[in-house]
């Protein structure tokens, strides 16, 4: 099983369909193993986006991403990084398809949910956002059906 990192970003707790995202999350057959409501501070937005601070758009992110309340969660499935962002879509949500989350829920730039590119990614994103002790595995015989 493979883990993604996945954060429903802010305003999306305002609009109330953060039942509707998750629930797709776990319709595709993702196990959530972790996932708790936070604020994003500076600091961890600097952290999470280390990448990014030289950047023209930094700015306007961490503006963005420290507004409000978040939920990141860690997911595992299979293929669980090319899966989660197969049905989250294209980051621009006019642009990606109907039938994703960004495509259905999301109408601009600033889009409503981030997912992990790489494994690489998500083994960073998590560490960033979770500590060992709070990512739980359990069986919950989901597996039996999807494998």
């Known amino acids: 099983m ?3 990192f996945a ?3 802010p ?3 305002q609009r109330r369909v953060v039942g509707e995202i998750i629930s797709r999350i776990e319709k595709k057959g993702f196990q959530i193993v972790a996932m ?3 604020n994003v501070t500076t600091e961890l937005s600097r952290k999470h986006y280390k990448d990014h601070l030289e950047k023209d758009f930094y700015k306007g992110l961490e503006s963005y991403i420290t507004k409000g309340p978040v939920i990141v969660l860690v997911l595992e499935g ?3 990084v090319n899966i989660l962002r197969s049905i989250v879509g294209p980051t621009y949500g ?3 398809p109907a039938g994703t989350i960004r495509g259905d829920f999301g109408f601009s730039m600033r889009n409503i949910i981030h997912a992990s590119d790489s494994v690489e990614s998500a083994e960073y994103e998590i560490s960033v956002y979770f500590e060992d002790h709070e990512i739980l595995s359990y069986n919950d015989n989901n597996r039996e059906w999807i494998d």
């Open 2 to 4: 493979e883990r993604t």
């Open 7 to 9: 954060m429903i970003k």
């Open 11 to 13: 305003g999306v707790l």
């Open 36 to 38: 708790k409501m936070i």
């Open 78 to 80: 299979l293929n669980a």
């Open 94 to 96: 006019p642009d990606a």
